[in-house]
């Protein structure tokens, strides 16, 4: 299952469109362009009822249900066959573990979801990240970040273009915590050789089908020499195993990587890592490339996937006032469209949002303009 979402929705821009052969249709005039969109819309609204496809949706908090709304109006827009079971969970407060119990069993029954972000609080006395605990029950190992420089929109650093593979069940959320001693915290990294080959298999298997040449393993090895070394001393030997395919393999301490990403980013092609310093260089790759607001992402597992923006924001501070930028969102939701093989519609939803972001015309406050998440989703359906 995992394999399927190896492709790389980003590594170019589509131009996919739709024509009818005038010579197969003897009895009608030749079509116009517009004419062929308004056939095709038509012919997957009659066909949706039976192709449609049951997707877990979980909006999520903050921001969650704005963004949400946009890839479903778009889709509605499309015919994408798709049928929403949606659960308005929430980690607001811990009232709402009955409602995540039954998202995760529509997870597990559709094996598709797509998803905005959990809040999680910080207090002890909270509940447990829901988030990590549905990567952690579902065994969706491999959390996937794609860092890309978008034409139209210039940051300081232009064409980069790297994607992070996050290991995404163990390291130091384990979530394996006890208090030893009053005012003494012991807290447990568990890594693991099993999950280490895992996740590094992925992120050569990655590289070999998305025509990269390098993949990098970050780690801190040098001071956590059991954990660390265990992590880099597997990633080493399955690199061996790949050294045929030609792709090159090197390690980064995870100090000087947050370095060198903000320094010479164009250096990294693939990176691997444990948890925690996925979670820490993502958001680094998301302020290379724009902000959170544009960079998608998946976890997948080899029965499950579960999609959803790769910088994993809440954004409470914004919620309720469309002013979200559901770019991201939109396209974490066409990676799920070419999972399940949809590649047409989501070539073409990716294709309007590349256009609507080069085009510089609507743009969300986050990237520089006063457009509303309503009219950055309202310019994309034009776009299709």
Same mark, same amino acid.
């Given at each position: 299952m995992?394999?399927?979402?190896?492709?790389?929705?980003?590594s170019?821009?589509?131009?996919?469109?739709?024509r009818?052969?005038?010579?197969l249709?003897p009895?009608?005039?030749?079509?116009?362009?517009?004419e062929?969109?308004?056939?095709?819309n038509?012919?997957?609204?009659?066909?949706?009822?039976?192709?449609?496809?049951s997707?877990t949706l979980?909006?999520?908090?903050?921001?969650?249900?704005?963004?949400?709304d946009s890839?479903?109006e778009?889709f509605d827009?499309?015919?994408?066959?798709?049928?929403?079971?949606q659960?308005?969970?929430?980690?607001?407060s811990s009232?709402?573990?009955?409602?995540?119990?039954?998202?995760?069993?529509?997870?597990?029954?559709?094996?598709?979801?797509?998803? *905005? =972000?959990? +809040?999680?609080?910080?207090?002890?006395?909270?509940?447990?990240?829901?988030? /990590? #605990?549905?990567?952690? $029950?579902? @065994?969706i190992?491999?959390?996937?970040?794609l860092?890309?420089?978008?034409p139209?929109?210039?940051?300081?650093?232009?064409?980069?273009?790297f994607?992070?593979?996050?290991?995404n069940t163990?390291?130091?959320?384990?979530?394996?915590?006890h208090?030893?001693?009053?005012?003494?915290?012991?807290?447990?990294k568990?890594?693991?050789?099993?999950?280490?080959?895992?996740?590094s298999?992925?992120?050569f298997?990655f590289?070999?089908?998305?025509?990269r040449?390098?993949?990098?393993?970050?780690?801190?090895?040098?001071?956590?020499?059991?954990?660390?070394g265990l992590?880099?001393?597997?990633?080493r030997?399955?690199?061996?195993?790949?050294?045929s395919s *030609? =792709?090159? +393999?090197?390690?980064?301490?995870v100090?000087?990587?947050?370095?060198?990403? /903000? #320094?010479r980013?164009? $250096?990294? @092609?693939?990176m691997?890592?444990?948890?925690?310093?996925?979670?820490?260089?993502?958001?680094?790759?998301?302020?290379?490339?724009?902000?959170?607001g544009?960079v998608?992402?998946?976890?997948?597992?080899?029965e499950?996937?579960?999609?959803?923006?790769g910088?994993?924001?809440?954004?409470?501070?914004?919620?309720g006032?469309?002013?979200?930028?559901?770019?991201?969102?939109?396209l974490?939701?066409t990676?799920?469209?070419?999972h399940l093989?949809?590649d047409?519609?989501?070539?073409s939803i990716?294709?309007?949002?590349?256009?609507v972001?080069?085009?510089?015309?609507?743009?969300t406050?986050?990237m520089?303009?006063s457009?509303t998440?309503?009219e950055?989703?309202?310019?994309?359906i034009?776009?299709?």
């Amino acid at each position: 299952m995992a394999g399927i979402l190896l492709t790389y929705i980003l590594s170019g821009f589509y131009d996919f469109t739709f024509r009818t052969e005038p010579r197969l249709l003897p009895f009608l005039h030749p079509i116009t362009a517009d004419e062929s969109v308004m056939l095709r819309n038509a012919l997957f609204a009659a066909a949706r009822p039976l192709l449609a496809q049951s997707v877990t949706l979980i909006p999520g908090d903050g921001i969650g249900a704005e963004i949400t709304d946009s890839v479903k109006e778009i889709f509605d827009h499309v015919n994408a066959p798709i049928e929403w079971e949606q659960y308005d969970v929430s980690g607001m407060s811990s009232s709402g573990e009955a409602l995540f119990k039954q998202a995760m069993e529509s997870l597990k029954r559709n094996r598709v979801g797509l998803k *905005g =972000i959990l +809040f999680t609080p910080i207090s002890p006395s909270g509940h447990i990240s829901w988030n /990590v #605990a549905m990567r952690q $029950q579902l @065994d969706i190992y491999a959390s996937v970040v794609l860092c890309k420089s978008l034409p139209g929109f210039p940051t300081r650093h232009s064409n980069v273009d790297f994607a992070i593979i996050r290991e995404n069940t163990e390291g130091e959320y384990s979530g394996l915590e006890h208090q030893s001693y009053p005012g003494v915290v012991e807290s447990l990294k568990v890594s693991t050789r099993a999950k280490a080959e895992r996740i590094s298999r992925f992120a050569f298997d990655f590289a070999l089908k998305n025509n990269r040449k390098k993949v990098t393993c970050v780690h801190k090895a040098n001071i956590m020499k059991l954990g660390d070394g265990l992590f880099l001393n597997t990633f080493r030997r399955v690199a061996e195993e790949y050294k045929s395919s *030609g =792709i090159e +393999f090197n390690d980064m301490i995870v100090d000087n990587t947050s370095m060198q990403l /903000v #320094a010479r980013p164009g $250096q990294f @092609d693939v990176m691997v890592m444990p948890n925690l310093y996925g979670a820490i260089v993502s958001n680094i790759g998301a302020a290379l490339v724009g902000g959170p607001g544009i960079v998608p992402g998946c976890n997948v597992g080899r029965e499950y996937a579960l999609f959803e923006p790769g910088c994993r924001h809440v954004a409470n501070d914004i919620m309720g006032t469309n002013r979200a930028n559901p770019a991201a969102m939109i396209l974490s939701a066409t990676m799920m469209l070419r999972h399940l093989g949809l590649d047409s519609i989501a070539n073409s939803i990716a294709t309007a949002t590349f256009d609507v972001i080069n085009s510089g015309k609507v743009r969300t406050a986050d990237m520089g303009g006063s457009a509303t998440t309503s009219e950055f989703t309202s310019a994309v359906i034009q776009k299709l």
